[in-house]
């Protein structure tokens, strides 16, 4: 018995994914956490109006959803002003991202990003054979002009940048990555991750022709909107770009009650406004609980908060697993100096009371075994 005969390349990689949830955690811990504040998730959930078209949809399920996610992407396009052409919906970035990395990179390819920017882009990267060229973070910020210079010297196919950042919540205003895209090199395409733009300031997204073939623009219904579990994204790019995923998308990726949801969300300004009214009140609240405990936060364009914890990566660490040990799921970024920080979502105000609880303990019980 020789078992399955993977390919040089699968055996290569590690059996690891970049996101361990919160499930797995409260398995290993045994007990639930009574705040859920480490994914980014939208905790003030979705608007009413798509819960229910969704509920209404359920009885439909037995369908495929529709493998052009039509009226989906008619009024996204409607709304930007561009057309459907310009659009693909897809099972979250996180999958659009899957499939653009499938078109673009072929193994030894050179691709660009951060040091500890968002993993599951590399993750998809390393799956496919690239490899990854990174450069570090400028005063906890990703560096464009960092990006472009690596890209210009590796001759990397794709360089990935998310505007506002995770995990540091930082953000770039549209002029710097307007002049970015203006420097992105001949044969590379500009991986515009818009995952938090709903919650940025205005003036935070630039204005780049949908035809433009040196970007794509990602955005998502898991953070803004609060669909995290319904799994939709959507990509804005030329034509010719957007008609490639085609080629390797799975037609039946998207879940029908989560395009109708979708849908119904997109719809719902008023319920958007909410959102971002909310998470600012939320935001000044993380940043006072940090302030109240000698710590600095960081300024946010997203809905979470990275907090400075005033020391190195592993006191960091050590003040996570304490938090964490108090029912409070955060998380924290991968890499130096990046990590000197906890980072936390945005959530509703009981949740933010069990963290204002937990950190005190944390900072104290991680102090004492300095
Ligand atoms: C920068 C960034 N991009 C993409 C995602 C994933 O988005 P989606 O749920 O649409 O796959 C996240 C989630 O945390 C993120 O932080």
Request: aromatic share 8%; charged share 20%.
């Amino acid at each position: 018995m020789t078992g399955p005969r993977f390919t040089d390349l699968v055996n290569a990689l590690p059996a690891t994914v970049p996101f361990v949830g919160p499930e797995t955690a409260e398995r290993a811990r045994g007990a639930p956490f009574t705040a859920r504040l480490g994914a980014n998730e939208n905790g003030f959930g979705p608007s009413p109006k798509a819960i229910a078209a969704m509920n209404a949809a359920n009885a439909e399920q037995w369908k495929y959803g529709d493998a052009q996610s039509h009226d989906l992407r008619a009024a996204i396009a409607e709304r930007l002003g561009i057309t459907p052409a310009h659009l693909v919906v897809g099972e979250g970035i996180d999958g659009l991202l899957g499939y653009l990395v499938r078109l673009l990179v072929a193994p030894g390819d050179a691709v660009v990003t951060s040091e500890g920017a968002y993993p599951t882009f590399n993750y998809h990267v390393a799956g496919f054979g690239g490899t990854l060229h990174k450069v570090p973070y400028k005063d906890d910020h990703e560096d464009p002009a960092a990006l472009i210079a690596k890209a210009r010297e590796s001759g990397a196919k794709l360089i990935y940048l998310a505007n506002p950042d995770n995990p540091m919540g930082t953000w770039h205003e549209a002029a710097v990555i307007e002049r970015m895209v203006n420097e992105v090199p001949e044969g590379t395409l500009l991986i515009l991750d818009e995952a938090y733009i709903e919650f940025a300031p205005d003036g935070t997204a630039p204005q780049i022709a949908a035809d433009d073939p040196r970007v794509i623009r990602m955005r998502t219904f898991s953070k803004g909107y609060a669909l995290a579990g319904a799994r939709v994204g959507y990509a804005i790019g030329a034509p010719t770009l957007i008609t490639a995923f085609d080629k390797v998308r799975n037609h039946f990726g998207m879940n029908r009650a989560a395009q109708i949801g979708a849908l119904a969300a997109f719809n719902d300004r008023a319920h958007l406004a909410r959102i971002r009214a909310a998470c600012t009140t939320a935001r000044a609240r993380i940043t006072q609980i940090a302030r109240d405990n000698g710590l600095n936060a960081m300024p946010s364009a997203t809905n979470f908060v990275a907090v400075d914890c005033g020391g190195d990566g592993d006191f960091a660490r050590s003040v996570l697993a304490e938090i964490i040990a108090q029912g409070v799921f955060i998380r924290m970024p991968f890499c130096a100096p990046q990590d000197r920080c906890i980072r936390v979502s945005l959530g509703p105000e009981a949740e933010l009371d069990a963290f204002a609880a937990a950190l005190p303990r944390a900072l104290k019980a991680a102090s004492a075994k300095i």
